[in-house]
Each structure stands twice: as C-alpha cells, then as structure tokens.
C-alpha cells in the first residue's frame, strides 16, 4: 500500500478542512507548489490535489495553479479533482498533465457521464465516493444523495475506472482513525482498487488500512501537516509489510 499526500487547494493557498465544512478552515500553507516538492522530497511517489474551489463552484478554478505543482514535482505522478463535472472539465484537468482526473458528484448521478469519460481516457479515471453513512455526499460534500457507497463503486467498476476513491467524510480532517470496517466492506463488494481517505492520525492506522486487500493506497492529509504523522517514517513502516 503505498501513501499518497493530499494538498488541497483554496484561494491559491495549501489548506485543510474539517468534515469537508468550508467553514472548518486551516491554512497550512501559502506555498501549495513548496508544500508538493516537500512530500515528493520524503519520499511520496503519487500526489493528491483537490481544487477545492472548483468542489465548491461545480467547475475547476485552479487549474493554472495544478499545471505549475504537476511540472514542479514531475515525474512523480498526480491525481487532480475538484468541480470535475463534465468532459471538458476532465480534459482539461488531464492537460495539466495529471495522470488521473477524479470524478465525484457527477459520476454519482449520472451513469451515462461516468461511462462516457472512461472510454475516453481508458486508466485515468478515478472515481470519488464521499460518504455520509452508507450514503453518497455530493455538491462539494454539502448535500446527500439516495446514492449508496456500494452503488457508485459497481458503477464505477462497470464502466472502466481505474480506482474507486473512498472517503468517509465524518471523519476527514478529524485525525480520530480511519473507517476500516467500512472501508473492507467496500473492497469485498466491489472488484476495483481502493483509495482509502478520511480519519488517518498514526502510523498504526495505515498499517490497518494496509492489510484490507484491495486497498491501493491511503491518502493523507492533516496528520502529516500537523506533523502527527512522519511520511519519510510512515513510507519505510509500509516496507515492512510487503
């Protein structure tokens, strides 16, 4: 299993949230493109930047700022969503040169979008499930649909994604450990790579994620920004396991 680091973007800065609030704001750094080559430097392979802008907007609104991070950490690969809601959005996420673009809210309402981008750009699609529960959040997590965890990742695997992003957002930002149970539910029922996200504080945590198979990946967020977790150390303890 390998970690990937979260750098989430609002107003040209490096934040955090709590719970996905807009209103539970921590800005980590005024320097998003210092804060990549930080994590590439102790040791991350793979990038998690989220517009979250663009979440909140429904349409990309940092796309400048994404092309000069994915340049400046090249050749270590990067997956960009936020407001990616409809094939010109993905194109143009993926012209940055991000490696993956992920899909949230659309793909959880619209089959025929999720499959349509998916031949497009066969491999590069991830697709986003944030849950309330065993429900899918929508709208940049404001809103809850009659969508289920499950319904979206079978969706997802019919169509070609490439991995299923989960995120049990009662727990995002929150560093009080990671929805495991639910997260092994989700890879048995479903026959697509995991990435898991919400709740990671330790390294104990990541170990639990690692043994779920299925698991892909964990991304991080807060724990490494408040320095509760060392990725350097954290990258050579998921060594071990292997």
Not at 34 to 42: D, E, G, I, P
Not at 164 to 190: F, K
Not at 192 to 201: H, N, R
């Amino acid at each position: 299993m390998i970690i990937i680091p979260a750098v989430d973007l609002r107003d040209g800065r490096c934040v955090r949230l709590r719970e996905g609030r807009s209103d539970r704001e921590t800005v980590f750094s005024d320097d998003p493109i210092a804060m990549a080559l930080r994590w590439v430097s102790l040791g991350a392979t793979r990038l998690h930047v989220v517009d979250l802008d663009g979440a909140f907007a429904g349409e990309p609104r940092q796309t400048a700022l994404v092309a000069k991070i994915v340049a400046a950490v090249a050749p270590v690969p990067v997956e960009i969503g936020g407001g990616l809601r409809d094939p010109a959005a993905v194109e143009a996420a993926l012209e940055t040169g991000a490696r993956w673009a992920v899909v949230g809210t659309r793909a959880a309402l619209d089959a025929g979008f999720l499959a349509d981008v998916c031949r497009r750009h066969p491999g590069r699609i991830v697709v986003a499930v944030d849950a309330r529960g065993a429900r899918v959040a929508v709208k940049g997590w404001t809103e809850v649909s009659e969508q289920t965890v499950t319904d979206v990742g079978l969706r997802a695997r019919e169509a070609g994604a490439a991995a299923l992003l989960y995120t049990d957002i009662s727990r995002d930002g929150m560093e009080q450990g990671p929805n495991v149970d639910d997260t092994a539910a989700l890879a048995r029922a479903i026959d697509l790579p995991i990435l898991a996200s919400g709740g990671v504080a330790t390294i104990d945590d990541l170990r639990r994620m690692a043994m779920i198979p299925g698991v892909e990946a964990t991304i991080v967020g807060r724990a490494l920004y408040t320095g509760a977790i060392d990725l350097a150390a954290a990258i050579s303890a998921m060594s071990t396991l292997q």
